[in-house]
């Protein structure tokens, strides 16, 4: 799950980057008037805030749905254990009943 945070984090660096480094070359190559430039920054850093937004939103989501799946894969791994143990134990418990049974009635032998 670690290497999900930082293929995430990694990720969104270079999101945020990326539409950064876009933003300015587009302004660099197409100057446009005082008030034309800050209304495309306004408008750049609005798409920026929304983006961000909903890879925020997606990667919680995905990383809800990831712990949901490491919970339920952690259970069924318990409850498999948990089983095995039993009948571990149970066929231990037949055998030493067994073997008490053949003390009592004298039938041990040397094998």
Do not use: C, W
């Amino acid at each position: 799950m670690n290497d999900n945070s930082n293929d995430l984090g990694a990720f969104l660096a270079g999101f945020v980057i990326g539409t950064l480094v876009g933003a300015a070359t587009a302004l660099i190559l197409a100057p446009q008037s005082g008030p034309e430039t800050r209304q495309k920054l306004a408008d750049v850093g609005t798409d920026l805030r929304h983006s961000a937004h909903s890879a925020t939103r997606e990667y919680r989501d995905k990383a809800g749905d990831l712990l949901a799946d490491t919970r339920n894969r952690a259970q069924s791994l318990t409850e498999q254990v948990q089983e095995q143990v039993r009948i571990v134990l149970d066929e231990g418990k037949e055998q030493a009943g067994q073997i008490a049974e053949s003390l009592n009635n004298g039938e041990v032998t040397d094998k």
